[in-house]
T-cell receptor, first 114, second 116 residues
């Protein structure tokens, strides 16, 4: 199966700074990748669909100017949390499709904003 | 819109016994896929099992089986012969519509604790 990596695995930043999270497909060319967010003890919520070479599609309620997504190549999608605040502290996890019955998830990135 | 409901916040099971984790779903789309994932404390999402809406047989993967009751819109996960390493959060998820199920809707999750 496909392997998806994320970097960094955890990050601590000060309020007001921006943080970039990378999601990389190691052995699969992914035209579409997905970004989820998971608050502590809660479920995963889809934030956006990352499309290679075009704009991302954001779910309702997700601020596209705050969560910038770039999918410049078939193997890399990045999520930038701009002007991060403590309420943005969460577990961010990406995934890619491997077919109708398969979804490969990255290991996740734990963001803590002080 | 799709909805997944997991009504068991926590479940306890004795090692080597079987346990059923409940999941009900709702969608107006005739084509959908149901997934179960395990999330240990590390946070990684481990794929367990998949059931397509048109699959006639219940899916099985080793010790995992999915009790798919389409009329009741339920997709319960059965774990046989529980092991201590099965202790984790379990999520039921659904993708619907189109030719792929990349956008998943997740349930609230069930924390499973396996006692020795």
């Amino acid at each position: 199966g496909a392997v998806v990596s994320q970097h960094p695995s955890w990050v601590i930043c000060k309020s007001g700074t921006s943080v970039k999270i990378e999601c990389r497909s190691l052995d699969f060319q992914a035209t579409t990748m997905f970004w989820y967010r998971q608050f502590p003890k809660q479920s995963l919520m889809l934030m956006a669909t990352s499309n290679e070479g075009s704009k991302a599609t954001y779910e309702q309620g997700v601020e596209k100017d705050k969560f910038l997504i770039n999918h410049a190549s078939l193997t890399l999608s990045t999520l930038t949390v701009t002007s991060a605040h403590p309420e943005d502290s969460s577990f961010y996890i990406c995934s890619e499709e491997g077919g109708t019955d398969t979804q490969y998830f990255g290991p996740g990135t734990r963001l803590t904003v002080l | 819109a799709q909805k997944i409901t997991q009504t068991q916040p926590g479940m306890f099971v004795q090692e080597k016994e079987a346990v059923t984790l409940d999941c009900t779903y709702d969608t107006s789309d005739p084509s959908y896929g149901l997934f179960w994932y395990k999330q240990p404390s590390s946070g990684e999402m481990i794929f367990l099992i998949y059931q397509g809406s048109y699959d006639q047989q219940n899916a099985t993967e080793g010790r995992y089986s999915l009790n798919f009751q389409k009329a009741r819109k339920s997709a319960n996960l059965v774990i046989s012969a529980s092991q201590l390493g099965d202790s984790a959060m379990y999520f039921c998820a659904m993708g619907a519509g189109g030719t792929s199920y990349g956008k998943l809707t997740f349930g609230q999750g069930t924390i499973l604790t396996v006692h020795p």
